[in-house]
């Protein structure tokens, strides 16, 4: 996997921790003096692990369906693709009748979709969202911004291709793709996860040094654990 | 067995069989209301099996992720109190098998249920560290409180009226006819238990708590997998087991599972119909309103009783 972002500075220098996120001395109401750094003290470290699928190929195939018919998506928009997913919550389209569902939590998600073009400012929330979410997880880049760059392509702070950063499942190509292209796109990824190829996460933790050396490459005010759930 | 004259083991089956009934029940009568609610918007709605499929999807998640004793408990004490509710008062009048673990002090036991799953996710709430967490059960807390002075006035009229904390007694007393209901008998000590009803059922105006869209989604923020497949199955059930409760001390009871089913989706609907066309309470707002009118009129119950 290359990285093909090379119109990114990437030898800069280094930019200074934000204040509050230093380690430093604290006085505590009762006077006693205490050492925190919020990077370790609110995140955890811990390395992404390969989980592996059930036991029995019986129980696994009826775990897919079951995560197939109820995707639940995480209502978080990073371009101007989120305005077609709006129409889907709404008679015209529904997309409640397929399981398809917005959760206001990572947590509960299954689903992140990257709508639009990605600003290296939003990748790094994006980042953040994705690896709080549970494992099996599906990305789904919607327009061709997530694509090739689309009409960003010599932009100076959106990154071109997605899949350098986070595993894509789907693509749904267009600018901007209708709310029926986006359906049909929920309708693939089912087909694919029904058939078990939607293991994203694991390929995230199998190359997780690499993904995160990109991530690196782009953010350059990296002011977060490597790993944060 | 002299410390439980008439308890059998077998009862423990039957119970069992009540629970298996009530959480099938909910978990297609609330998906029922959803897609009633989506038909009256104009869509399709989500299928009536939609709960089954969330609620084994989620079991499937691969990764769990604690944040201590606490937050694990909390979905449990959360499924607790819906399962002891439903498993201490009799949900089929006059059946031997529905019994469950009816006793003489049942109603009280029963007020403690009510109030036992917000307590326990107070607790893993606060232990999963989102802000979220901590304001909605706050608030949560603040409004099941104030929520609860009208209905603990309402049954304790109740049960001056009856002479007795026995909830098959209560239902006993309303047999025959529609106006042996103590709706009929009672309304002031119904009115009032019906307010903590409403403002209990976690739905408009009354779901400052949760709080779609102004602290995404309140306690259960952190929550996922496994954890939220308990609160998913308490979330059928403890409106249910709720709704008996209900059923039993104002509406009669019933003596058929078809009764029953009827019951439940029309006192279930109260809330629904109130919850569509009212917008939500701040939580000093849904707390002045119980303590301006659910409050006096709660006292006026125990004085008129």
Same mark, same amino acid.
């Given at each position: 996997m290359k990285d093909v972002d090379d119109k990114f500075r990437k030898t800069d220098t280094e930019v200074p921790l934000r204040e509050e996120l230093r380690p430093r001395k604290v006085t505590t109401p009762d006077g006693q003096e205490i050492d925190i750094d919020p990077l370790r003290d609110y995140f955890c470290e811990a390395k992404p692990k390969v989980h592996p699928k059930a036991y029995s190929k019986i129980v696994e195939d009826f775990y897919n369906w079951a995560r197939a018919n109820s995707l639940w998506i995480l209502?978080?928009?990073?371009?101007?693709g989120a305005i077609e997913m709006?129409?889907?919550?709404?008679?015209?389209?529904?997309?409640?009748?397929?399981?398809i569902q917005w959760r206001p939590t990572p947590r509960q998600a299954n689903l992140l979709v990257i709508s639009g073009y990605l600003s290296v400012k939003t990748l790094k929330r994006a980042i953040r969202a994705y690896e709080q979410m549970p494992q099996p997880k599906y990305v789904m880049g919607l327009g061709s911004c997530t694509i090739n760059g689309g009409m960003y392509w010599d932009s100076y702070n959106t990154i071109k291709r997605l899949d350098d950063y986070l595993p894509v499942d789907m693509y749904v190509a267009g600018c901007m793709p209708r709310p029926e292209a986006l359906l049909h796109g929920f309708m693939e990824l089912k087909r694919v996860i029904r058939e078990g190829k939607g293991e994203g996460a694991n390929k995230y933790a199998e190359n997780f040094d690499q993904y995160k050396a990109n991530q690196k490459a782009v953010i350059k005010d990296w002011d977060m654990p490597d790993y944060n759930w | 067995m002299t410390a439980f004259p008439n308890f059998e083991w077998v009862q423990i089956a039957y119970a069992l069989l009540t629970l298996f009934i009530v959480i099938n029940y909910g978990m297609v009568m609330t998906a029922v209301v959803r897609k009633i609610g989506a038909r009256v918007g104009g869509r399709y709605g989500i299928p009536v099996w939609q709960n089954y499929v969330d609620l084994l999807k989620n079991i499937a998640l691969r990764s769990k992720i604690s944040h201590g004793v606490m937050y694990y408990l909390g979905p449990v004490f959360r499924l607790t109190g819906g399962v002891g509710l439903l498993m201490f008062v009799p949900t089929i009048y006059g059946s031997e098998w529905h019994q469950n673990f009816s006793y003489a002090g049942d109603l009280i036991l029963a007020l403690y249920f009510v109030f036992f799953g917000t307590l326990g996710m107070a607790l893993g709430a606060g232990e999963s560290g989102h802000p979220h967490s901590a304001i909605g059960v706050s608030r949560g807390l603040a409004q099941v409180t104030m929520a609860e002075l009208p209905l603990a006035l309402g049954v304790y009229a109740l049960s001056l009226q009856y002479? +007795?904390?026995d909830i098959t007694k209560i239902v006993a007393a309303q047999q025959?006819?529609?106006?042996?209901w103590t709706l009929f008998t009672n309304p002031l000590a119904t009115v009032a238990a019906m307010v903590a009803f409403v403002g209990t059922m976690m739905r408009s105006p009354f779901d400052v708590a949760m709080a779609p869209q102004e602290i995404?989604?309140?306690?259960? +923020?952190e929550y996922h997998s496994s954890y939220l497949a308990l609160m998913q199955t308490n979330r059928v059930l403890f409106p249910v087991a709720k709704t008996v409760i209900y059923m039993n001390l104002f509406f009669g009871g019933a003596t058929s599972w078809a009764e029953f089913a009827i019951k439940v989706f029309c006192l279930y609907m109260i809330s629904v119909v109130i919850g569509v066309v009212h917008p939500r309470f701040r939580v000093e707002q849904s707390i002045r309103f119980f303590l301006k009118w659910g409050l006096p009129l709660g006292v006026l119950a125990i004085l008129t009783v």
């Open positions: 209502g978080f928009g990073t371009g101007c709006r129409p889907l919550m709404t008679p015209r389209f529904d997309a409640y009748r397929y399981g | 002479g +007795t904390l025959g006819s529609i106006f042996n995404p989604i309140g306690p259960p +923020t």
